[in-house]
Nanobody, 123 residues
Framework: QVQLVESGGGLVQAGDSLSLSCAAS????????MGWFRQSPGKEREFVAA????????DYSGSVKGRFTVSRDNAKNTVYLQMNSLKPEGTAVYYC????????????????WGQGTQVTVSS
């Protein structure tokens, strides 16, 4: 069992930056791919970014590529999402999640989820 806790959300203005963290307990994250997803009101939860176990491979959705950076510190059992040049459409609850094996964009492929952290971007 893995417990995930996201933090770092808040209210920012368009163009600002924000850094999210996802801390894990219960089991080491070293064997898991880590993903970030987000969900806006009335919309499906969508893939944002993911990183492999070693951190050597990352993947992003087209809407955030070039602005967001996912990273991890396995010694701290923590994954990060650095978000730059935030846009109002980035307003959502952001979730981290884990899965074994390879990166997937499908939320149904992820086993454990955090409770999410709210990010609100004002225009």
């Amino acid at each position: 069992q893995v417990q995930l806790v996201e933090s770092g959300g808040g209210l920012v203005q368009a163009g600002d930056s924000l850094s999210l963290s996802c801390a894990a307990s219960g089991r080491t994250l070293m064997t898991y791919v880590m993903g970030w997803f987000r969900q806006s009101p009335g919309k499906e939860r969508e893939f944002v970014a993911a990183i492999t176990q070693s951190g050597g491979i990352t993947d992003y959705s087209g809407s955030v590529k070039g602005r967001f950076t996912v990273s991890r510190d396995n010694a701290k059992n923590t994954v990060y999402l650095q978000m730059n040049s935030l846009k109002p459409e980035g307003t959502a609850v952001y979730y981290c999640a884990t899965r074994p094996s390879s990166i997937s964009h499908q939320k149904s492929d992820y086993y454990y989820w955090g409770q999410g952290t709210q990010v609100t971007v004002s225009s």
